[in-house]
């Protein structure tokens, strides 16, 4: 038994040992197993009460013969969910429980959403870039053979022959596209249909997809007991089934398999998800070791996918400093090991290059997240997030990114969505979480009246070579905002790595402008304290947003253009007007990768703004800042050389 499985059902209070059991024990056995068999054999002998267990619907990338754990576990004391010979705690549900409570449904409403959005399945790792079937099609679903839910759903392998003749004779003129199951494709295991079942109008579909590219081009679905006809349900579908798998017998189906006389109620596709996904299973928080409920699976499962769909051909990554190369290989290698400016780069191999650096034509840029760490990238702290950008790169307003799509994408939110943004939000403000969290010094109290903060910048930093244009220095800057604010109090505070001694920046007549200048000072409490923030394109522009300070941009970093902010400066492309919420879904939850410290796992971005508040997993020595000062001698060296 895997030690994620036992470490689940431990904590769901079912522990598991060896050896024979006594009167107050269970037995766990796997759902239907041949292994299962001794252990139902012991608890006739013993008169023990059989406990099943097996897979949630939504479970890894890949399967677990590739080494993928799960998420979730349905632990049944009735039967089985695949077992139509008997009632299974998930058919007692369906049958019994009201599931006609709105806050339940709107949660089902919500995981179907995300389902869909995200294109999830029970094995996940589908590419979602790859080709798909012209729609039009009958699609026939197979399933591995000598699958357990196959029999004990009433069908046979003679089925999925009978299944098939009948979806011809039913749809005489469409095209017929059998779906092979990813064990079939991977070698694992054999399918029900060979090449001796295809003809002028039926083919296979061996290449991994997503499920809801193939429900969204199909005419029909037919199906014998795969899972795969309950997302079927949920993608709009009513699948023609030949077995009798747990979602079959509802009204969401046309059955031609054994009827279940106890299965007599009709059920909304809302409802069958909800018992399914929402009230059956056991899920985990494999970051937190904990049980967890359904939406923070999900969010796992969102993130598990999209490292695999990101980095399952492994990386080559070019311009990457000695120091960042093992957090990026902690961030990307899970996989394949990543390699570094690889001297026979293979050309199926995706290129990696940090910000705006020389790379191979096709790149796709990496940067450091708005989320990032306790302490200075330039001390060589390693980061919790990274942006990856295929389009560009977010602080560069010259040419689309990535961000730019995932802002205009989040105009419209989901009520779930704008709720994810905003108790994200409402973390960031109680915990008092920045990009760096350095330890500052207490701010001492400032005067009444108009105050408006001003933010210092590295004046050589991307950000500020990309994203401004008449004013592009710290002096100009407050000389600007001076001008435009004669009476207002203003208070510089200086950029930490400018302060620290390691990046370009600092000047001398700041207080020429500035009634106050903040040296070592908590960016949240003066953001707390002031009435207004302007700056060129610093990310403490976005903090102030997300603390609902009005925010004025003399240059055009990724938050500014959609109207949350007053612009000095405009990009034509931003035309959408997403709400706060948006602006935060999208450069804190969409396009961030997170990496947990505790567990070594990725993580959303919940998850890394516990450990930023906690510090944990995240103590760094001395040797980082003697390493970062050698770092920027060396820099320079090389550019006076040169």
């Known amino acids: 038994m895997q030690k994620r499985v036992k470490r689940i059902l431990a904590l769901a209070g079912y522990a598991p040992k060896f050896g024979l059991p006594t009167k107050s024990d269970r037995i766990l056995v796997w759902g239907h197993r041949k292994t299962a068999k001794r252990g139902v054999w012991v608890a006739n002998r013993t008169e023990t009460p059989v406990i099943r267990i097996e897979d949630a619907f939504l479970r890894s990338p890949r399967?677990?013969?590739?080494?993928?754990?799960?998420?979730?576990?349905?632990?049944?004391?009735?039967?089985?969910?695949?077992?139509?010979?008997?009632?299974?705690?998930?058919?007692?549900?369906?049958?019994?429980?009201?599931?006609?409570?709105?806050?339940?449904?709107?949660?089902?409403?919500?995981?179907?959403?995300?389902?869909?959005?995200?294109?999830?399945?029970?094995?996940?790792?589908?590419?979602?870039?790859?080709?798909?079937?012209?729609?039009?099609?009958?699609?026939?679903?197979?399933?591995?053979?000598?699958?357990?839910?196959?029999?004990?759903?009433?069908?046979?392998?003679?089925?999925?022959?009978?299944?098939?003749?009948?979806?011809?004779?039913?749809?005489?003129?469409?095209?017929?596209?059998?779906?092979?199951?990813?064990?079939?494709?991977?070698?694992?295991r054999k399918g029900h249909f060979s090449a001796a079942d295809l003809d002028s109008v039926t083919e296979f579909w061996t290449d991994p997809i997503p499920p809801q590219r193939l429900f969204a081009g199909a005419e029909a679905v037919y199906v014998v007991s795969s899972q795969l006809g309950a997302e079927a349900i949920w993608h709009g579908h009513t699948p023609v089934v030949y077995g009798t798998p747990f979602y079959a017998g509802w009204g969401l189906t046309?059955?031609?398999?054994?009827?279940?006389?106890?299965?007599n109620r009709t059920l909304s596709p809302e409802q069958l998800f909800a018992a399914a996904m929402i009230l059956a299973p056991t899920w985990y928080d494999p970051c937190r070791d904990a049980l967890c409920d359904f939406e923070t699976a999900l969010s796992q499962l969102e993130v598990d996918t999209r490292v695999w769909r990101e980095d399952h051909k492994g990386w080559d990554a070019h311009g990457m400093r000695l120091w960042k190369r093992k957090p990026l290989q902690?961030?990307?290698?899970?996989?394949?090991?990543?390699?570094?400016?690889?001297?026979?780069?293979?050309?199926?191999?995706?290129?990696?290059?940090?910000?705006?650096?020389?790379?191979?034509?096709?790149?796709?840029?990496?940067?450091?997240?708005?989320?990032?760490?306790?302490?200075?990238?330039?001390?060589?702290?390693?980061?919790?997030?990274?942006?990856?950008?295929?389009?560009?790169?977010?602080?560069?307003?010259?040419?689309?990114?990535?961000?730019?799509?995932?802002?205009?994408?989040?105009?419209?939110?989901?009520?779930?969505?704008?709720?994810?943004?905003?108790?994200?939000?409402?973390?960031?403000?109680?915990?008092?979480?920045?990009?760096?969290?350095?330890?500052?010094?207490?701010?001492?109290?400032?005067?009444?009246?108009?105050?408006?903060?001003?933010?210092?910048?590295?004046?050589?930093?991307?950000?500020?070579?990309?994203?401004?244009?008449?004013?592009c220095t710290n002096e100009d800057l407050l000389r600007h905002t001076r001008a435009k604010n004669p009476e207002a109090f203003i208070i510089y505070k200086p950029h930490p790595d400018v302060e620290a001694g390691l990046r370009k920046g600092a000047i001398g007549t700041a207080s020429d402008y500035a009634d106050y200048v903040a040296n070592s000072a908590d960016p949240v409490a003066l953001i707390e304290q002031v009435d207004a923030v302007w700056t060129m394109t610093s990310l403490l522009g976005f903090e102030a947003l997300i603390r609902g300070k009005p925010v004025t941009c003399l240059g055009l970093p990724f938050y500014a253009g959609w109207g949350l902010t007053q612009d000095h400066l405009s990009v034509d492309r931003r035309t959408a007007r997403p709400s706060l919420q948006g602006l935060i879904h999208a450069a804190l939850i969409d396009m961030p990768r997170y990496y947990d410290p505790v567990s070594g796992l990725p993580c959303p971005a919940e998850v890394a703004v516990a450990r930023l508040k906690d510090g944990v997993g995240m103590k760094r020595g001395s040797v980082n800042r003697l390493a970062s000062k050698l770092q920027g001698a060396l820099a320079s060296f090389a550019y006076l050389w040169r």
């Open 63 to 188: 399967t677990g013969r590739d080494g993928d754990l799960p998420l979730g576990l349905l632990i049944d004391h009735n039967g089985c969910h695949f077992d139509c010979s008997r009632p299974s705690d998930l058919e007692i549900l369906l049958s019994t429980h009201s599931l006609s409570d709105p806050d339940l449904l709107e949660r089902a409403r919500h995981g179907m959403d995300r389902i869909s959005e995200h294109q999830l399945t029970k094995y996940s790792g589908n590419p979602t870039d790859g080709p798909a079937p012209a729609p039009g099609y009958v699609l026939v679903i197979d399933q591995t053979f000598g699958d357990a839910s196959i029999p004990l759903a009433g069908a046979s392998p003679e089925t999925f022959q009978a299944m098939l003749a009948e979806a011809r004779q039913d749809h005489p003129n469409a095209k017929i596209l059998i779906k092979s199951h990813p064990e079939t494709k991977s070698g694992h």
């Open 254 to 263: 046309h059955d031609r398999g054994p009827k279940i006389e106890r299965r």
């Open 330 to 471: 902690k961030f990307f290698g899970t996989y394949k090991p990543m390699t570094f400016e690889a001297r026979k780069p293979k050309a199926e191999i995706p290129k990696m290059v940090w910000g705006i650096k020389d790379g191979p034509d096709g790149s796709v840029r990496v940067e450091d997240g708005f989320l990032r760490s306790r302490g200075l990238g330039a001390d060589l702290v390693p980061p919790l997030s990274l942006i990856l950008d295929r389009l560009g790169i977010y602080f560069d307003p010259n040419q689309p990114s990535d961000m730019e799509k995932a802002i205009a994408k989040r105009e419209v939110l989901t009520e779930w969505q704008s709720q994810r943004a905003e108790e994200l939000r409402q973390h960031l403000i109680e915990a008092r979480i920045t990009k760096y969290n350095l330890d500052r010094s207490e701010n001492q109290s400032l005067p009444s009246g108009h105050k408006i903060l001003v933010p210092g910048q590295v004046e050589d930093d991307a950000s500020i070579l990309r994203g401004t244009e008449d004013i």
